[in-house]
């Protein structure tokens, strides 16, 4: 089974949105060093982690050839992150190095979806290296398989004194929800809203702290 991997705030300013969570008590890493970095990550020793991004530019050429061989629901996931404001995505992930059991589970379901691998060499300058599959469907949560080096710290303390997202908030509107069900079994940091999509907020474990009311 899967559980809840991690929830991603798009910004348009990466440095900045640091600043901002780091001067509220937030501890933040970036996913490089801080002049090439595209994101950084809230961790918390358990549970759901937080990705802040700023979306890098794509040019044109590039965006034919994905679609191309196939990469089309990166691309189409891609755009939707663009026309959000703040929270844009969520993830599942597995214990394993792979993905062959849900590759096989959604062929047979015959869900569209691209599987394919990527890397990153993170702040410490370790290379991570991870699976992934987007799903055609953009308003289902991508999947990822477990890290090669886990990256995320034994111990973390923030400031401001929060240890774990409690809940995640997500739309319930046009989520293929019997497809969740088979994939996650610990829903208990997940609530479905009525009458919205996508990922709506998150919520800290003792505290009232809001991502949004800090970066928008």
Not at 92 to 99: A, H, M, N
Not at 146 to 158: C, D, G, Q, V, W
Request: aromatic letters at 12%; hydrophobic letters at 40%; charged letters at 25%.
């Amino acid at each position: 089974m899967m559980h809840l991997s991690h929830v991603l705030f798009r910004t348009d300013n990466l440095q900045r949105s640091v600043q901002q969570l780091t001067d509220a008590g937030f501890s933040v890493e970036y996913g490089a060093h801080p002049s090439k970095a595209y994101n950084a990550f809230i961790w918390f020793e358990e549970g759901v982690f937080i990705e802040i991004f700023k979306i890098r530019t794509i040019p044109l050429l590039f965006r034919w050839l994905m679609r191309i061989f196939g990469y089309s629901p990166v691309l189409d996931r891609m755009k939707v992150w663009n026309e959000s404001s703040g929270w844009c995505d969520w993830s599942l992930e597995t214990q394993e190095k792979d993905l062959k059991y849900y590759q096989l589970l959604l062929e047979y379901l015959d869900i569209g979806c691209k599987i394919f691998k990527s890397t990153r060499k993170d702040f410490h300058g370790r290379k991570l290296s991870w699976r992934l599959a987007i799903p055609e469907d953009t308003q289902f949560p991508f999947l990822m398989s477990a890290y090669s080096l886990n990256p995320r710290p034994e111990k973390m303390i923030h400031p401001n004194g929060i240890k774990k997202v409690r809940i995640i908030k997500v739309g319930k509107e046009k989520l293929d929800t019997v497809l969740l069900d088979a994939l996650i079994e610990d829903k208990k940091p997940l609530e479905l809203i009525e009458g919205c999509q996508g990922l709506q907020t998150v919520e800290f474990l003792h505290s009232d702290i809001k991502i949004e009311d800090i970066l928008i």
